[in-house]
């Protein structure tokens, strides 16, 4: 699993198990997410508040469900 950090108790995170490379992260935040030459998802880098947005709709457009966003401001806090 690959993590990155949003701001203090944010974070994203990418199953790269469940992940099948559909590429909707990819489009909707392409500034976070990049799809890698082995065929896995990177979060490319830190996401800032600007990218908090795109990367939690990057995540409910998931088909898979692979990438979570959790914490503050975060759509899936537990």
């Known amino acids: 699993?690959?993590?990155g950090s949003v701001r203090r108790g944010?974070?994203?995170s990418v199953d790269n198990e469940r992940c099948e490379i559909f590429g909707?992260?990819?489009m909707e935040?392409?500034?976070t997410f990049k799809i890698g030459p082995d065929g896995k998802l990177r979060?490319?880098?830190m996401v800032d508040r600007d990218g908090?947005?795109?990367a939690i709709s990057a995540a409910r457009?998931?088909?898979k469900q692979a990438i979570r966003v959790k914490g503050e401001g975060a759509y899936d806090d537990e």
Do not use: G, H, Y
Request: with cysteine; proline share 10%.
């Open 61 to 63: 457009l998931c088909p």
């Open 43 to 45: 979060i490319r880098r």
């Open 1 to 3: 699993m690959i993590f």
């Open 52 to 54: 908090l947005d795109q």
């Open 24 to 26: 909707f992260c990819e």
């Open 10 to 12: 944010t974070r994203v």
């Open 29 to 31: 935040a392409p500034a």
